[in-house]
């Protein structure tokens, strides 16, 4: 009997929308979040050292939980991150956009080698490390691609490393990275809010930068030629 009521009711609504006097999406809308339309990603990219799986996590672009973002379609959200298995370290940052419903990955290993088109001045591998680089090429990113009257949050979960190149604290370790960092800072730094987010506790964005970071670690790099030319710029 319950089961006829409510094919009653679904019959009446379908006929009064239909009708043009009801609107369905009005009955609905108060219990669904607007589901974020991310584009899907494929299984597997080309890399910048050829063919590259991606993690699972990369595969879908569509959050479980779509309320953990703040849906504004003038805001751009740029997550930061890094990583380190203790004999290699990496970066990864991931830009939503917002207003277009896009995702953009880029990630990278830390290098040491002062050589190499991704040297940034890290001396050592560190999760530190993995962070405050995830930070310089994020600022980078902001620096030559922001519109006006757009605005951008930079989300991270490394205190240490969001206060160190905001200079709220004195470096004592990785002092030409952090140079580095500071002078990205100088040139985007005034064209973001800075977000801390808990690092592991199943927010979208960050989980994301978390595991773009790992690839990074592993020597997977992603958006190579725009981080090539920001790291290039501050070596000079």
Not at 45 to 63: F, M, Y
Not at 68 to 77: F, K, M, Y
Not at 85 to 99: E, L, N, P, Q, Y
Not at 148 to 157: F, I, R
């Amino acid at each position: 009997m319950a089961l006829l009521r409510v094919f009653i009711m679904s019959m009446i609504v379908v006929a009064l929308a239909a009708l043009g006097r009801l609107d369905v999406r009005s009955i609905y809308s108060f219990a669904l979040p607007p589901l974020p339309k991310f584009k899907l990603r494929p299984t597997s990219v080309h890399g910048d050292q050829g063919s590259v799986v991606l993690p699972e996590l990369l595969r879908t672009s569509i959050p479980s939980s779509p309320t953990s973002i703040a849906w504004d379609p003038t805001c751009v959200t740029i997550s930061c991150d890094g990583s380190c298995d203790g004999t290699s370290s990496g970066w990864g940052f991931t830009v939503a956009k917002h207003d277009c419903l896009q995702l953009e990955d880029y990630c990278g290993p830390t290098t040491l080698d002062s050589s190499s088109f991704l040297f940034i001045g890290a001396d050592v591998h560190t999760n530190n490390v993995g962070e405050l680089s995830a930070i310089f090429f994020a600022l980078c990113w902001v620096a030559d691609y922001h519109v006006p009257g757009q605005s951008y949050v930079l989300e991270y979960d490394s205190v240490y490393a969001a206060q160190v190149v905001q200079r709220l604290s004195r470096a004592r370790l990785n002092l030409t990275l952090v140079l580095r960092a500071r002078s990205a800072f100088d040139s985007a730094g005034n064209l973001v809010d800075w977000q801390k987010v808990a690092a592991h506790r199943g927010h979208f964005l960050n989980e994301r930068a978390d595991t773009l970071a790992k690839l990074g670690a592993g020597g997977t790099s992603l958006g190579a030629a725009a981080c090539s030319r920001w790291a290039q710029r501050f070596r000079r």
